[in-house]
């Protein structure tokens, strides 16, 4: 029985809670706010693989987390008695140009042998979710994509880790790491490992080990409409994501922005994004707005995730940078904690290690 603190209570840090209760651990999270107050706790919630070509280490290991994610949050939600909102719906992306065309058939056999026969992609002239303005081209209707409504997932996450015995203390924020511990409330508390998976704000905590800035915040800004879409899968057009969720609602988003004075406000750019969503999809075209949201996602220094031990002060472990795709890779990463923080080996892309983000 190994002793395990985690620092953060959005998906990732939870996933790594759970992972580690279901191995036997003895588990006690710490958040800085409420649970789900960093990124996991908004209205996305896309789980969308990347193109079946150029295939890697960091793809494979996607494919393999978004194949097993309803079996993840079937087993979640069963714990927990609370919705995910997870459901394996499916994706379409309009084509606008010729080339965008040519470039989704080429990727049919990509599919059909990377997918291995699981999902289907296919190039449809039409869609009848989608305006033929944005899809002169056709459409890629792809069905390995899945969503989860992401505040309802951390809770359910959080119910669920209560159920195996994990502590998890909320408005209780991490003030400095050290060997084997945490210095929380004044007092330094100890553990066979601590894993830091505190969003965009927890790298503060990682900078003072290392030799760079680790990472920061990249804002985001995303909106909720009421609409009753039923099943229909999501769309993602030229940067704008629509997805429709379990009870009649619909997620827009995101903008993408590197600079902002204000990490939880909205403006103009959301009603922008309303707008050019109202244009793909004509169904939300009347939609009201239920919900403005924004948030930060965690970027590490490098763009892809920091995962696994840090060089030079022991005990401690990240599960940090999960940037836009941290939803959708959380239960592979709680997993791949859960093994590294037992002593077990791990084959990580080596773009995810902690010595890549720290190369000059
Ligand atoms: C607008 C928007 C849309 C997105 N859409 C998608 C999507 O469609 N699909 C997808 O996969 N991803 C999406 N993402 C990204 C996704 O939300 C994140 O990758 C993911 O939620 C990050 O999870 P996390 O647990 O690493 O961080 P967080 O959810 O931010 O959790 C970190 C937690 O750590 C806590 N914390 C920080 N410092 C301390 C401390 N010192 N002590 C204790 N606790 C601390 C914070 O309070 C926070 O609760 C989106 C993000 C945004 C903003």
């Not at 995962?307 to 791949?336: N, R």
Request: include cysteine.
């Amino acid at each position: 029985m190994r002793k395990v603190i985690i620092v953060g209570a959005g998906a990732w840090g939870l996933a790594c809670a759970y992972a580690c209760a279901r191995a036997g651990m003895t588990v006690q999270v710490f958040e800085a706010g409420k649970i789900g107050s960093g990124a996991s706790g908004g209205v996305m919630g896309a789980l969308s693989p990347h193109t079946p070509d150029q295939w890697e280490a960091k793809k494979q290991m996607q494919l393999e987390a978004l194949r097993d994610a309803g079996d993840f949050w079937a087993g979640v939600d069963h714990l927990s008695g609370l919705m995910s909102g997870y459901g394996r719906k499916g994706r379409l992306i309009p084509l606008a140009t010729p080339r965008a065309r040519e470039l989704a058939l080429m990727r049919i056999d990509g599919a059909a042998r990377l997918w291995q026969g699981e999902f289907d992609w296919q190039v449809l002239d039409r869609h009848p979710l989608v305006s033929p303005e944005v899809m002169p081209c056709g459409v890629i209707h792809e069905t390995l994509s899945a969503r989860i409504f992401p505040a309802r997932a951390v809770a359910s996450l959080a119910g669920a880790c209560r159920a195996l015995g994990v502590e998890i203390n909320e408005n209780m924020p991490v003030a400095a790491l050290g060997e084997h511990s945490v210095t929380v409330g004044g007092v330094v508390v100890c553990a066979d490992a601590v894993i830091l998976a505190g969003g965009a704000t927890g790298f503060a905590l990682l900078d003072p080990h290392a030799p760079f800035v680790t990472g920061g915040g990249v804002k985001g800004q995303a909106g909720l409409l009421a609409c009753d879409l039923g099943d229909a899968p999501q769309i993602y057009a030229d940067g704008v994501y629509v997805i429709p969720h379990a009870g009649g609602q619909v997620a827009i988003g995101s903008t993408t922005e590197k600079h902002y004075a204000d990490a939880a406000g909205t403006d103009a750019q959301l009603d922008a994004l309303f707008t050019r969503a109202r244009a793909v999809c004509p169904a939300i075209a009347n939609a009201p707005v239920i919900q403005r949201w924004a948030g930060l996602r965690p970027k590490a220094r490098r763009r892809d995730p920091m995962l696994g031990p840090v060089p030079g002060l022991a005990g401690i472990f990240t599960a940090m940078g999960a940037f836009k795709i941290g939803l959708g890779l959380a239960p592979v990463v709680g997993g791949m904690l859960a093994r590294m923080v037992a002593g077990e080996s791990v084959d990580l892309p080596k773009s995810f290690t902690f010595a890549h983000h720290m190369e000059p």
